[in-house]
């Protein structure tokens, strides 16, 4: 199953958390998906989205407002010179949204790291007719420099103009995709050629997530409130970007 399916949702509610956080019922789901999905494509097709090299989106949704978190390695040049471009992209962007529409841009630290990033390079490089054998070395090699204990990268298409597509598979390191608190790193993106379409995929590891699970016994919890005249609990939950 981990070799077949995205590794992203596959850890949905274990290590990773949703992409968009909301939540509705009826129809009001229907049309926040909807919303989602058209801001996503709105940023897609930014003339500025392939040279900001963004790496991520995430929607957050609360009670007056829709916040757009855009993850990029360059992040100047979604800002622009003075905050010109982020306040054309938040007017642009605003039109998608029925209420008031906050974009925040996130720094990604280690650009060679990430896999969404890894994929555009490569596709970038395979549309500028680039050896391709050559481009795959040198993006595994600068990925493990940057520190990861395992990168896997998968290219499908007519590789170099060949006359048959090829299926062309370069590894290093460990891949754990059937290990949930695996720390995995998934990237896709589609190179359009003078000779067609070539996909790029891309798994990275990063290591494993502690998490540290926390068991109540009820029993004790129970006789604690029996003792003081007052029950007794705790909870905590935390949030992450």
Known sequence: MGQKVNPYGMRIGITKGWKSSWFARGKAYLDNLHEDLA?????????????????DLEIIRHPQRVTVIIYTSRPGVLIGVKGSNIEKLTANLSRYSKQKLLVKIRLVNKPEASA???????????????????????????????????????????LGGAEMTQNKLVKSGRIPLHTLRANIDFGFTEAFTVYGTMGVKVWIYKGEVSTKDVKFDAGKI???????????????????D
């Open 39 to 55: 801001l996503r494509r709105a940023i897609q097709k930014l003339p500025v989205f392939s040279s900001a090299d963004v790496a």
């Open 222 to 240: 129970v006789k604690a409130g029996e003792g003081s005249g007052e029950g007794s609990g705790e909870g905590s939950a935390e949030t992450s």
């Open 116 to 158: 969404q990033l890894l994929a555009a390079y490569i596709a970038r490089q395979l549309k500028m007719r680039s050896a391709w054998r050559r481009t795959l070395k040198m993006a595994m090699a600068n990925c493990m420099r940057a520190g990861v204990l395992g990168v896997k990268i998968r290219v499908a298409g007519r």
